[in-house]
Structure formats: structure tokens, C-alpha cells
């Protein structure tokens, strides 16, 4: 399944009922919900990467990579607009973009 395959599905069962879909129950939950489980899957899948237990890693990274898309749902931002956003990096150095970012 391709990120922009996951994102389809999220915005597929954004519309659900929420007693009936995982997704459609957090996007329920607003936003600050959506993020504060964007950022516990985060924190397992550092745990994870800290321990060197490649499975459960993998594993956690899928939980994050599907949270973060729910979370850009629950505030409206497309996958398309953070692909473009990578796309107007590609190129350059990550230092020199870092450095370029108001502070």
C-alpha cells in the first residue's frame, strides 16, 4: 500500500460512523486528539528504534506514518501539499533549508 493509497482510505472512512471505524472515531475526537496519538506513536516508535527490535519498529512506524495522516485529515492539509512541500526541498542541502526557516 502506497502512502497516497493510505491517505485515500483515511479520507474514505473519515465519513464513517465512528462506532464502526477506528479513523472515523479519532477524526471525531478533533484535531488535539488526532495529535496527541500522532505523538504517543511517535514515542513508541522511538522506544522501539532505542531497543534495535527491528519488527516491533517497523511495526510502530506504520502506526505513525498512518496517525500523521490522520492528523494532516483532522486539519485539513492533503498528503499532496506535504509531498509538494518535500518536493521544493529535493535538492538542497538539509542544512541550508534548516538554516533558510524563519526563527
Known amino acids: 500500500m502506497t502512502l497516497d ?3 485515500a482510505v483515511i479520507d474514505a472512512r473519515a465519513s464513517a460512523d465512528p462506532d464502526s471505524s477506528w479513523t472515523a472515531k479519532l477524526l471525531a475526537k478533533g484535531p488535539e486528539k488526532c495529535a496527541e ?3 504517543e506513536e511517535a514515542v513508541e516508535a522511538i522506544i522501539e528504534a532505542v531497543k534495535d527490535d ?3 519498529l517497523t511495526s510502530e512506524a506504520a502506526d505513525v506514518l498512518f496517525h500523521l495522516l490522520v492528523m494532516l485529515k483532522s486539519r ?3 498528503l499532496a501539499d506535504v509531498m509538494h512541500e518535500l ?3 529535493q ?3 538539509g542544512l541550508t ?3 533558510s526557516r524563519q526563527k
Open 87 to 89: 518536493a521544493q526541498r
Open 37 to 39: 496519538k500522532f505523538g
Open 5 to 7: 493509497e493510505l491517505a
Open 54 to 56: 527491528k519488527p516491533r
Open 76 to 78: 485539513n492539509i492533503p
Open 97 to 99: 533549508e534548516k538554516a
Open 91 to 93: 535538492g538542497q542541502s
